[in-house]
């Protein structure tokens, strides 16, 4: 049982087809270590070593009941809040042997997720008040990628594309073998209605003006200069508002350069620092027999 907000079905569901992989790969047949502690209940409270946005509760939840199903955890921080230095972020009751076996996966998750929603916040209190939006990347760790998407969600910041598969990105490669923007724009129109969104790389101001030219409503400016940037907004701004394209910057993106980007008017960045150079959030499990 857990008493914290519900989270959506499609969560847990990953959660749990997350937690089966990595279970077999802790557990495997069985764990040798707890196999040595009595049969008995017990309780653990899982404690925040340093401030953090909190994230992973539905995979802490997966890997307790996939070894106690009746186990029981009360939840004291949910997903999205943050928490304190020495602050319990849940506390659970069950099998004491089950517990054992579940700790490291579960710490594994609740880390490596808080380390990606709380990277994610500070980089959207950075830019604060300018109206641009924080994305994340493919660059994400193998087999993990929606679980750490949604880290990013909990920190307050957006999702760029899934895969390959949902939204189209004419990146550099792409224009040179199909021949040119406008070639390439040409061809998207043929895949547009199977994509979230049509996006198109642009490299220089030259680019920008083929794109929109093209009819490109989404534009990811790589690696420009500042200058340059702000020129690019300018040129899309005249187009006004029917015209106008989604401005994006990616390239080199850091938490110190962040805010001078964002003010020179664009409307998202994309920032691959959020789930490929993770650093986990410190938590502990700490046991108490029950008589």
Not at 98 to 119: C, D, I, K, M
Not at 234 to 248: D, K, M, P, Y
Request: proline content about 3%.
């Amino acid at each position: 049982m857990n008493s914290h907000p519900a989270y959506p079905e499609d969560i847990q569901a990953l959660a749990r087809a997350d937690l089966e992989t990595a279970l077999a790969e802790d557990v495997g047949p069985g764990d040798l270590t707890a196999a040595l502690v009595p049969h008995g209940q017990a309780v653990a409270r899982i404690t925040a070593r340093e401030d953090a946005v909190v994230c992973g509760a539905p995979w802490v939840d997966a890997a307790v009941h996939a070894l106690d199903p009746e186990a029981r955890l009360q939840w004291q921080v949910a997903d999205g809040q943050r928490c304190k230095p020495g602050q319990v972020v849940v506390e659970i009751r069950g099998s004491a042997r089950a517990l054992l076996s579940a700790e490291r996966t579960a710490l594994n998750f609740l880390q490596l997720l808080s380390g990606v929603a709380t990277r994610t916040a500070t980089y959207v209190a950075a830019v604060a008040g300018t109206g641009t939006q924080i994305v994340d990347t493919r660059k994400t760790v193998p087999g993990l990628r929606r679980a750490q998407k949604y880290a990013v969600r909990m920190g307050g910041g957006g999702n760029h594309r899934m895969g390959l598969y949902d939204a189209v990105l004419i990146k550099e490669n792409h224009i040179a073998a199909a021949g040119g923007i406008p070639a390439v724009m040409a061809r998207a129109a043929e895949v547009a209605a199977r994509a979230q969104f049509v996006q198109v790389e642009v490299e220089n101001l030259d680019e920008l003006r083929q794109a929109l030219d093209a009819g490109a409503r989404m534009i990811l400016l790589d690696n420009m200069e500042p200058d340059a940037l702000r020129e690019a907004v300018r040129i899309n701004a005249a187009l006004g508002e029917q015209r106008r394209a989604q401005l994006e910057i990616s390239g080199g993106v850091t938490l110190e350069t962040v805010r001078g980007l964002a003010e020179t008017g664009v409307d998202r960045i994309s920032v691959g620092a959020l789930t490929k150079d993770v650093k986990a959030i410190d938590f502990s499990m700490r046991f108490e027999a029950q008589a």
